[in-house]
């Protein structure tokens, strides 16, 4: 037999050319959020992933996933006080607990953000969960004017939105039961009905869309049973001027999106779940979309004295908590 180039790279190097060893690992369940564990890698359990892949993964982590046999993480010391401080806020209004991740880019935030969202699902929290907050407000959905509210509505993404809500807190919906009458365009849902049958009609009808969204969030905010988490990735999209344009082609600030605007709502405090948290995690990975409002609420950077700054943006970060994340260390390293 005739040795080629190939061959003999091959003879020399083939454990380079064999598939990777598949590594037995543990679910990373909310029991294993201790300082014991530290450094070591456990694998999203398999009903948890199914319910994160209809929010989807955010992309930068999706592609660090893609060539594993299952998406994993390690916990770390920052993994475990945030785990604790969500925890804490099942007892408080959301209001209390407003945080957003910070620190250098690839040191971890989104991680931590989507490990927190693990955790939140593993236990009988409702989970609202943004990805990516950018495709909110870069103008890739349709929108249209709300005469009434002089807001902009995007009904397609919307309704989009409540069918993943609905799909991945089924079980706990179910429970949950309006508080009282609503009328939306041609649709009546009474008191005491399935907080569903109000998602349902947004979902089929797009353009009751964003009102149902908005009613929805007021309605699981007075649940007692379930807390509730909203966490958003790349949070400073919403503090910085959209990519949607008015009919005088300005480009819309975030709160003239009753989207954006709802969300704004509850990391500013103006609206709260009576039992949860908002969380968010910035991203300096996008240049269009970083927010010097939000930078400077956080005390991230000094304002210039020379500049105006959105006195609304700035409004809409009062009284946010500041979550540092550090650098791995090096047991977190090592895992």
Same mark, same amino acid.
């Given at each position: 037999?005739?040795?080629? +180039?190939?061959?003999? &790279?091959?003879?020399?190097?083939?454990?380079?050319?064999?598939?990777?060893?598949?590594?037995?690992?543990?679910?990373?369940?909310?029991?294993?959020?201790?300082?014991?564990?530290?450094?070591?890698?456990?694998?999203?359990?398999?009903?948890?992933?199914?319910?994160?892949?209809?929010?989807?993964?955010?992309?930068?982590?999706?592609?660090?996933? &893609?060539?594993?046999?299952?998406?994993?993480?390690?916990?770390?010391?920052?993994?475990?006080?945030?785990?604790?401080?969500?925890?804490?806020?099942?007892?408080?209004?959301?209001?209390?607990?407003?945080?957003?991740?910070?620190?250098?880019?690839?040191?971890?935030?989104?991680?931590?953000?989507?490990?927190?969202?693990?955790?939140?699902?593993?236990?009988?929290?409702?989970?609202?969960?943004?990805?990516?907050?950018?495709?909110?407000?870069?103008?890739?959905?349709?929108?249209?004017?709300?005469?009434?509210?002089?807001?902009?509505?995007?009904?397609?993404?919307?309704?989009?939105?409540?069918?993943?809500?609905?799909?991945?807190?089924?079980?706990?919906?179910?429970?949950?039961?309006?508080?009282?009458?609503?009328?939306?365009?041609?649709?009546?849902?009474?008191?005491?009905?399935?907080?569903?049958?109000?998602?349902?009609?947004?979902?089929?009808?797009?353009?009751?869309?964003?009102?149902?969204?908005?009613?929805?969030?007021?309605?699981?905010?007075?649940?007692?049973?379930?807390?509730?988490?909203?966490?958003?990735?790349?949070?400073?999209?919403?503090?910085?001027?959209?990519?949607?344009?008015?009919?005088?082609?300005?480009?819309?600030? +975030?709160?003239?999106?009753?989207?954006?605007?709802?969300?704004?709502?509850?990391? &500013?405090?103006?609206?709260?779940?009576?039992?949860?948290?908002?969380?968010?995690?910035?991203?300096?990975?996008?240049?269009?979309?970083?927010?010097?409002?939000?930078?400077?609420?956080?005390?991230?950077?000094?304002?210039?004295?020379?500049?105006?700054?959105?006195?609304?943006?700035?409004?809409?970060?009062?009284?946010?908590?500041?979550?540092?994340?550090?650098?791995?260390?090096?047991?977190?390293?090592?895992?």
């Amino acid at each position: 037999e005739v040795e080629t +180039p190939l061959s003999t &790279s091959f003879t020399k190097n083939k454990e380079l050319y064999l598939s990777p060893p598949v590594i037995a690992l543990e679910e990373m369940l909310p029991d294993v959020y201790t300082d014991e564990n530290i450094g070591k890698i456990y694998r999203f359990p398999p009903e948890i992933i199914s319910k994160i892949k209809i929010f989807k993964f955010p992309p930068i982590l999706e592609r660090e996933f &893609s060539p594993l046999p299952y998406p994993s993480l390690a916990i770390r010391q920052s993994s475990i006080q945030l785990v604790n401080l969500i925890e804490n806020a099942s007892q408080k209004s959301s209001a209390e607990t407003r945080i957003i991740l910070s620190g250098e880019t690839g040191v971890g935030k989104s991680a931590l953000l989507l490990q927190t969202v693990n955790y939140s699902l593993g236990k009988p929290w409702i989970v609202i969960y943004i990805p990516d907050a950018i495709k909110f407000v870069n103008s890739s959905y349709p929108y249209i004017k709300n005469k009434i509210t002089n807001e902009f509505v995007q009904p397609t993404l919307a309704a989009e939105f409540l069918k993943q809500i609905k799909a991945v807190n089924l079980k706990l919906l179910r429970d949950i039961t309006l508080t009282r009458d609503y009328k939306l365009n041609k649709h009546i849902v009474t008191i005491n009905s399935p907080v569903i049958e109000l998602i349902d009609i947004g979902i089929k009808d797009t353009s009751c869309a964003p009102q149902a969204f908005e009613i929805f969030l007021d309605e699981i905010g007075k649940n007692v049973n379930y807390p509730v988490l909203l966490a958003v990735d790349v949070i400073n999209a919403f503090y910085t001027a959209t990519d949607y344009t008015d009919i005088d082609d300005t480009y819309l600030e +975030p709160d003239r999106l009753s989207l954006s605007r709802t969300i704004l709502d509850y990391f &500013s405090g103006k609206r709260d779940f009576t039992y949860g948290a908002v969380i968010g995690a910035l991203s300096q990975c996008y240049k269009p979309y970083i927010s010097k409002p939000l930078n400077i609420a956080l005390g991230l950077v000094t304002p210039s004295p020379w500049k105006h700054y959105p006195q609304n943006l700035l409004n809409y970060a009062v009284g946010l908590q500041r979550f540092d994340v550090p650098n791995y260390s090096q047991p977190e390293a090592k895992g």
